[in-house]
Every structure is written in structure tokens, then in C-alpha cells.
Nanobody
């Protein structure tokens, strides 16, 4: 099992920044990918940023150049730095960890961007 706990959500005006944190615990050595997803009202959950073993990083097109996923192995924490936020970024953001075909999810963190 892997446990994930997000923090750092909140409300910000358009153009502002927020940083989300995801504290990871449990069978960390079995994790082969970490990602951030988001789910806006009435929309499907979508992948925002992903990092895999070997320093592979991928972003959805709409956040490229604005969001950065990173990790601190010493703190077992994954971050999502979000800049130049837009109202369209408003959603609940979820931390995700994968061990093979098994997905683990955090409880979610609300991010609200006002115009």
C-alpha cells in the first residue's frame, strides 16, 4: 500500500502562483511513477503532470511552461509548482502514485483561481 496526503491548495487570483505538496508513505520503493491529476466540476479527471523513473517528465499541453512537477526524495514529497494560474485551472488536484498497474490517490486539494 501507498498513502498520499496533499496540501497547499487554496484560492488565488489569475496570474498568481500556488505550490501543492504530496507527502508519500508506505511502500515507496515499489512506486514507478508519480503524477498530479485534476478534476473540474462536470469534467473528467485529467492528468496534469507526470514523472517516472529515469527522470521522465510529461505535462499536458495547457500547463506546459506554467507548471512544474518535482520531488524531494529525502522528504518523500512530490510537488506541483503552479504559476500564471488561469480560471480554467480551477479544480480539485489529486496526487497519484503507481506501482505497476495499481493506482493510489490522495484525498485531493481544492485550487480556485478567480479572474
Amino acid at each position: 500500500q501507498v498513502q498520499l496526503a496533499e496540501s497547499g491548495g487554496g484560492s488565488v487570483q489569475a496570474g498568481g502562483s500556488l505550490r501543492l505538496s504530496c507527502q508519500v508513505s508506505g511502500r515507496i520503493s515499489e512506486i514507478n511513477a508519480m503524477a498530479w491529476y485534476r478534476e473540474a466540476p462536470g469534467k473528467q479527471r485529467e492528468m496534469v503532470a507526470e514523472m517516472r523513473s529515469g527522470d521522465y517528465v510529461h505535462y499536458r499541453d495547457s500547463v506546459k511552461g506554467r507548471f512544474t512537477i518535482s520531488r524531494d526524495n529525502a522528504k518523500n514529497t512530490v510537488y506541483l509548482q503552479m504559476s500564471s494560474l488561469e480560471p480554467e485551472d480551477t479544480a480539485v488536484y489529486y496526487c497519484n502514485a503507481r506501482t505497476g498497474d495499481i493506482y493510489f490517490w490522495g484525498q485531493g486539494a481544492q485550487v480556485t483561481v478567480s479572474s
